[in-house]
């Protein structure tokens, strides 16, 4: 039954992002300050001090994760004392999507009137200060990679399987063969919807990168657009080393009518569903799909009684572009639209966590001045985490707050057996999915094949990329290596591929 009491109804209110680019990254600001200056600037649009908020949650970070929990130095920092003051569990890229979902959820309940959510990511200040106290040795700085290999190297870790831009050309590969795509057909995708999110960036004053980017240019593999993971190359992957932040406030209907905000400026907020696969990305029963990804997104337009013809426009995230291209699929977005309000991880800017942030508040300000019905679409973790809620200028009937967004079991119901992991397999298998890697000096230096015992078991196994013939079979397109037999040898440093 939809919501008609005011005070139980979530709106946006307010809405605020920020890019911190000084020439030396050493000077710019850290993680704390990017959140409090897209806060400040989020109370502004709304014209609602920060010290009245009751409740605070912020997006996980890791480009000064020294720093700790984060609650109580944003609170000071604002001048608010909020109730409710809490931090993410870890930096997933569905987070901001979940506490506005949250945020929703205790309007609903009664529990609060005003709520802010807020990220920042300062990975360019991070590495510049990085540099600086390398003091001319390795300033090379990667967070992402650093976090993904902290603890002793995995079974998959030790196949070059560590980072999120290792894993999704996984997908990408599979999702490339299950759709009968050509390499060629599959990479014109591709690059057609990474072209349009650079035309979305460059005419959104928030994004990061503002200068289009045309299909040959994402396409074309040089010294500026080097390999990074095949089929991707640097122009199709997340751009983390940005300074960015982004927040927004959320009230209840009633509340934002008190306060005097116009009923124009408010932003309706839907219903949302959150689904997630197997944390271990060996432990997936396919590669090729997400039954966690297709409940998410099929489950809130259930939820918000919508079509795809009710939408607007779409944030389908976009870290890798397996994501929106299977997105977009499942909810029948058309590939030539733009799939993004912010322009995408590449352009707009990929602050790890609290991308999504960005993505709503440039949903909120495309929806106050055209449309009717927005649909955001977030992903977290290695295609782990899946949370999607819809948003609107005007009231969204079949929404009702307080409402579990959780669907695992939904999803759970949908998934196919998992493969049993063997780890010492030798003999006959054959490619299930497959990436290769390259250097920063843009020739490979490693390969993975994640393959299939004759059993149906999976086990993964190197590619010695010094073989030409090899190499040339997985990456020219002439023939498509997913489905294909050979076999798995025993290496003194472990198991390697050979094609039949």
Known sequence: MAMTDPERIPVIIGVGQVNNRPDDPDQGLDSLGLM?????????????PLAEIDSLAIVDQISFHHLGKLCEPLAAAIGASPAINYQSAAPHGDTPVRLLNEAANRIGAGEVRLAAIVGGEALRTAAGRAAKAASGEDKSYNAVRQVAT?????????????????????????TRAAWEQSLEDAQ???????????????ENPGAWIRKPASPADILKVDERNRPIAFPYSKLMVANSSVNQGAGFLVASLAEARRRGIAEDRLIYVGMGAAAKEPASILRRDRYDGSVSMETSIT????????????????????????????????????????????????????????????????????????????FLFANGGFATDNHCIVLGNRPIAAASFPQDFDYQAEAEAKRGPVPELVEDYAGPATIESYTVFYGRDGAPKAGVVVARTPEGQRTLAHVDVSDAAMLAFLTDGIAEPVGTSGQIVALDEGFGWRAS
């Open 299 to 374: 489950r809130t337009l259930a939820l918000n009684a919508m079509t795809v013809e009710d939408f607007d426009c779409v944030e389908l995230y976009s870290c890798f572009p397996c994501v929106p291209k299977m997105a977009r699929r499942i909810l029948g977005w058309p590939w030539d639209r733009p799939a993004s309000v912010f322009g995408g991880l590449t352009f707009g800017g990929g602050p790890i966590a609290n991308y999504m942030s960005h993505a709503i508040v440039s949903m909120v300000e495309k929806l106050r001045s055209e449309g009717r019905y927005g």
């Open 36 to 48: 409090a200056a897209a806060l400040q600037v989020a109370a502004e649009d709304a014209g609602v």
């Open 150 to 174: 902290r603890r002793e190297p995995n079974y998959a870790q030790k196949h070059g399987l560590s980072a999120p831009v290792d894993v999704y050309p996984l997908y990408e590969n599979a």
């Open 188 to 202: 014109f995708e591709s690059a057609e919807i990474w072209s349009r999110f650079s035309e979305v960036a460059a």
